[in-house]
């Protein structure tokens, strides 16, 4: 991971780190803190977590937080929310790949959000990123984990990190004023088009609902996650949608 030269990320680095101050939590000051310094130039000896639970798609934000995570000791488990079970053999081959456990969770109800979206014609996203997250926090209760790590690259700075009862949601690319393009580099790939397959559905049956990933993709531009050949990428795939 670079060090931060930008004035902007620079900034959200450093408030990151006071949001740790407001918390005093010794496992962050240890554990959380130097990979902070480490973005601002400052060399560290990074000591081995306890267990850190890390939100894992198989998309490219979240195969980054996992490499980094473990690059920087924070003992790394995947959980991966089995939407379908095409899903589980890649996921299981990355993370076999590098050495990391994965867990796989599901509950039923997440039918009724896609069946409802379906026939009620909404975007599925925002319900569905809720629900996801909501039976992460769940299992890592369970699992008396005490960092949750997810791939978000938006609510940077003192918003990144959330305390959750016990716990800390770290948003880790967003703590560490990450972007696109870092994703790239940490995992060597390109992003792969824009949303699910259960999305793609929804924008063939439903053209006007692209809107709201068009509104999703553009967002992200304007706190520079994305660069403007991504997102031309990204709007193209979601526009390809209603046509393919």
Known sequence: MKTARKFRDVYRVQNSLKTLKRYNDPDLNRYIKPILEYRLGKKHEFHESRKTLIAFSGGIDSKATLLIAKEFCLKPEAVTFLISESNRDPIEEFCEKNDIKVHFIYDSYYENILNEAENKRFHPCGRC??????????????????????????????????????????????MLSLNKNDHIEVTNEYPNGFGCDFLRKIHKKYPFLKRYSFQRVLRELRCQSINTDIAKDLIEDIEGDACS
């Not at 992460?136 to 369970?142: D, L, N, P, Q, V």
């Not at 790590?149 to 948003?171: A, C, P, Q, T």
């Open 129 to 174: 990123q809720k629900f996801i997250t909501r039976k992460i926090y769940e299992f890592a209760r369970g699992g008396n984990y005490k960092f949750i790590g997810f791939g978000d690259m938006l609510s940077v700075g003192s918003h990144s990190i959330i305390k959750v009862s016990d716990m800390y949601r770290l948003n880790i690319p967003a």
